[in-house]
């Protein structure tokens, strides 16, 4: 069964330092998601991206974010300077193949830790 | 606002008992779909079964059900013959149909212990 992937599964990093997340989506997919879980609380989306743009970012999606489909496959968080409060478990999710497809399938999750 | 509300912070269950996740929603959209998903330990989202607003039955996927009640904006979520495996977080989510293919909105979760 196809399924989403992202690496790393686990990410330290000192504040201030750009991380890259990424994430390859089911591949007949045409949208694709980020979404983030502080520890303990509940999953907050950040940004939806279909057909090389963006298509909604929520508030937490502030300027030291950014997403990529560089190439066919991957899909990419970037957070330029990482904050303490970045530390969290950032979803990459991808749905369908027409906006009516109503399930998105997560990947495992990249644990962020800022030092 | 808050779109979706799960009242309980934390269940417990006795194993092979069935157990009831309450998930009340606020949307005014006619469109919209609900969701389930299930987080162990290991952190990873689960999903284990939807709601669209149109459905006339109730949603069922093997020991999961859905109690879809539409005119009091609720969905909980049911387990039956509950199993120690499902000790879990469980989220409630939406996404409404209005503008497309539009985010999930999680609730909070509730976190179910199934005791042996």
């Known amino acids: 069964e196809p399924e989403v992937t992202q690496t790393p599964s686990h990410q330290v990093t000192q504040m201030g330092q750009e991380v890259i997340l990424r994430c390859v989506p089911i591949s007949n997919h045409l949208y694709f998601y980020w979404y983030r879980q502080i520890l303990g609380q509940k999953v907050e989306f950040l940004v939806s991206?279909?057909?090389?743009?963006?298509?909604?970012k929520s508030e937490i999606f502030d300027d030291q974010f950014s997403v990529e489909r560089p190439d066919g496959s991957n899909f990419t968080l970037k957070i330029r300077s990482t904050k303490l409060e970045d530390s969290a478990m950032y979803f990459c999710?991808?749905?369908?193949?027409?906006?009516?497809?109503?399930?998105?399938?997560f990947g495992p999750g990249t644990r962020l830790t800022v030092t | 606002a808050q779109k979706i509300t799960q009242t309980q912070p934390g269940m417990f269950v006795q194993e092979k008992e069935a157990v009831t996740l309450d998930c009340t929603y606020d949307?005014?959209?006619?469109?919209?779909?609900l969701f389930w998903y299930k987080q162990p330990s290991s952190g990873e989202m689960i999903f284990l079964i939807y709601q669209g607003s149109y459905d006339q039955q109730n949603a069922t996927e093997g020991r999961y059900s859905l109690n879809f009640q539409k005119a009091r904006k609720s969905a909980n979520l049911v387990i039956s013959a509950s199993q120690l495996g499902d000790s879990a977080m469980y989220f409630c989510a939406m996404r409404e149909w209005n503008s497309g293919n539009t985010p999930l909105v999680f609730g909070k979760g509730t976190r179910l212990s199934v005791i042996a």
């Open positions: 949307t005014s959209d006619p469109s919209y779909g």
């Open positions: 991206f279909y057909n090389n743009e963006i298509s909604e």
């Open positions: 999710a991808s749905s369908g193949v027409s906006a009516s497809s109503y399930e998105q399938y």
